[in-house]
């Protein structure tokens, strides 16, 4: 059974600060990573996914992998308070084309 | 990345009843669709796998009869929540696999929020 634990939070973080969202996997094989970003009432939104081990960066978000560790990590850098959400770090299997397993996401609250 | 589409956005129905629920890829042709629900203040949990002209893959837990998935053509997959009940309202979303560069990454519908009275 693949699990994916985060930190239900909330993380509470100033305005302008950096926000540190990290998340843990069960199995080895999984592929691919992805943080999602989820508004009260509203679908997931894809915000970053790697593959590779080490950082990838997108504008003001970062996504970090250590497969050794089975450790996932995102950064969002210069936070605003519409970053204020549930983020949501999900999981494929080895087939990559798997459905995602979710883990239950870290609720942001960026103080303005 | 892939736009997808969901139909209807809400849908209030009485127990008992069936509802069908669309979800159409608007930019790729989709041979393969997943579905998730998500109960209030709980992740999303993946349902079962929508695949084009073949059957669906139910998860564990997750009951074939009851939760009837089409896959017709190449943009739209159906979910048609048989005989619901209260316990079955929730928010039922899609998504579509996109490949690139070699990997798969996966965009949600708008969802479809389910209320069983």
């Known amino acids: 059974q693949k699990e994916v634990e985060q930190n239900s939070g909330p993380l509470s973080v100033p305005e302008g600060a950096i926000a540190s969202l990290n998340c843990t996997y069960s199995d080895r094989g999984s592929q691919s990573f992805f943080w999602y970003r989820q508004y009260s009432g509203k679908s997931p939104e894809l915000i970053m996914f790697i593959y590779s081990n080490g950082d990838k960066e997108d504008g003001r978000f970062t996504a970090q992998l250590n497969k050794a560790s089975q450790y996932v990590s995102l950064l969002i850098r210069d936070s605003q308070p519409s970053d204020s959400a549930t983020y949501l770090c999900a999981v494929t299997g080895p087939g990559g084309a798997d459905g995602l397993t979710f883990g239950k996401g870290t609720h942001l609250i960026i103080q303005p | 990345g892939a736009v997808v589409s969901q139909h209807p956005s809400r849908v209030i129905c009485k127990s008992g009843t069936s509802v069908k629920i669309e979800c159409r890829s608007l930019?790729?042709?989709?041979?393969?669709m997943f579905w998730y629900r998500q109960f209030p203040k709980q992740s999303l949990m993946l349902m079962a796998t929508?695949?084009?002209?073949?059957?669906?893959?139910?998860e564990q837990g997750v009951e074939k009869d009851k939760f009837l998935i089409n896959h017709a053509s190449l943009t739209l997959s159906t979910l048609t929540v048989t005989s619901a009940h209260p316990e079955d309202s929730s928010f039922y979303i899609c998504s579509d696999p996109c490949s690139r560069e070699g990997y798969y990454e996966q965009y949600f519908g708008p969802g479809t929020r389910l209320t069983v009275t």
């Open positions: 930019d790729f042709q989709a041979t393969t």
């Open positions: 929508s695949n084009e002209g073949s059957k669906a893959t139910y």
